[in-house]
């Protein structure tokens, strides 16, 4: 089997036993939804699970996870997915890592999955509170913050985090044993490290292995991994959840899916993808007439696409509802974008000057 020097990367070794199993799927040419059957997994968290694999072993993308695979020995010559010899993984190690998982999302209604089936997570409260644990990884939540958090100014009459702690734990218990994806000491309450993957951190992950992409010119992988993440949202995150902790929460990722929104548009407009980027640009701009970001991008793509009284309308209406929203003109970037689409051929040199 070659070694970490004759390939250049870190060994399969450095993996953990439900990664190696992804590895080992994906070597044999597996799709998602393959993947997710075979590992009894919900299909989109097979994403989240990639990208950790790759950034482990410094890998660009699938096919190169592919082409490791081989080159480790984890997936032999002419073998498929039902080749079980071909893994060097131990079967316990195959046995831990088909284990019932933990799978909580909070891009969207809270939800708990276990072996790809949703469990019931009890009133809006309680899942508020273990929101508030989901949200706070590595770190200790005090009594007093869970609190808080999720009663604010409005505490109950009685000290019920305890009672929803212990139903949560009950919830949320492994398999294998009593115990609970929850840990709690003289301080507070934390999840269990690695007991739980979450549809935040997985989308993150894909974030950082977009942003690895772009430095390394592959705006079409990075677009393609952008939105993968984009994807991993279900509507309003924590929708429904009470307290100010989740409302701020709330408000971060929904932001947060805003800013990846526009960065994943702008990489389209640098590979010149202008047509295609103009729908999910209106209605980007419905949902926030406000953003000048998103205005100029329209304006540019509408421009791009031949369109150049569409793109001037833009303009148009959001200096208007800048004016009667907050009375203020229109800044810098909006101003320039309409002044280089008025000179008509010469903005098509400035509009790409702006997109470097």
Request: hydrophobic content about 40%.
């Amino acid at each position: 089997m070659p070694t970490t020097a004759t390939t250049g990367q870190p060994p399969v070794t450095t993996l953990t036993p439900q990664e190696r199993e992804m590895l080992y799927a994906v070597g044999c040419g597996l799709r998602d939804a393959e993947i997710a059957a075979a590992l009894a997994l919900p299909e989109d968290a097979v994403a989240g699970r990639l990208a950790r694999v790759l950034g482990k072993l410094g890998l660009r993308d699938r096919a190169a996870a592919i082409v490791h695979a081989f080159d480790c020995g984890l997936v032999a010559p002419s073998h498929g997915p039902s080749a079980q010899t071909a893994s060097p993984v131990p079967q316990a190690e195959v046995r831990r890592a088909r284990e019932p998982q933990w799978h909580i999302s909070v891009l969207g209604p809270l939800q708990a999955r276990r072996d790809g089936r949703p469990v019931d997570l009890g009133h809006l409260r309680q899942q508020a509170v273990l929101a508030t644990l989901v949200l706070c990884p590595d770190r200790t939540v005090s009594r007093q913050k869970l609190l808080d958090g999720v009663w604010g100014l409005e505490p109950p009459m009685t000290n019920v985090v305890p009672v929803y702690i212990y139903r949560l734990r009950r919830i949320l218990r492994r398999e294998d044993g009593p115990d609970s994806v929850i840990r709690s000491d003289r301080c507070g309450y934390r999840m269990a490290p690695g007991a739980v993957e979450v549809d935040v951190a997985c989308m993150e992950e894909l974030v950082a292995a977009a942003g690895r992409a772009e430095r390394a010119g592959e705006l079409a992988e990075a677009v393609r991994l952008c939105s993968q993440a984009l994807d991993l949202f279900r509507g309003e995150p924590l929708s429904g959840l009470p307290g100010p902790f989740t409302e701020l929460e709330r408000l971060r990722l929904i932001e947060r899916r805003t800013a990846l929104v526009q960065r994943k548009l702008d990489w389209q407009l640098r590979l010149g993808r202008h047509t295609e980027v103009v729908a999910e640009l209106w209605a980007l701009a419905a949902e926030q007439p406000l953003n000048e970001a998103v205005a100029a991008m329209l304006m540019r793509a509408l421009y791009d696409s031949s369109r150049q009284a569409d793109a001037l309308a833009v303009f148009d209406r959001t200096r208007r509802r800048l004016a009667d929203d907050l009375g203020v003109p229109p800044g810098q970037m909006l101003r320039q974008t309409h002044q280089m689409i008025l000179r008509g051929h010469d903005a098509g040199l400035g509009l790409a000057r702006t997109r470097r």
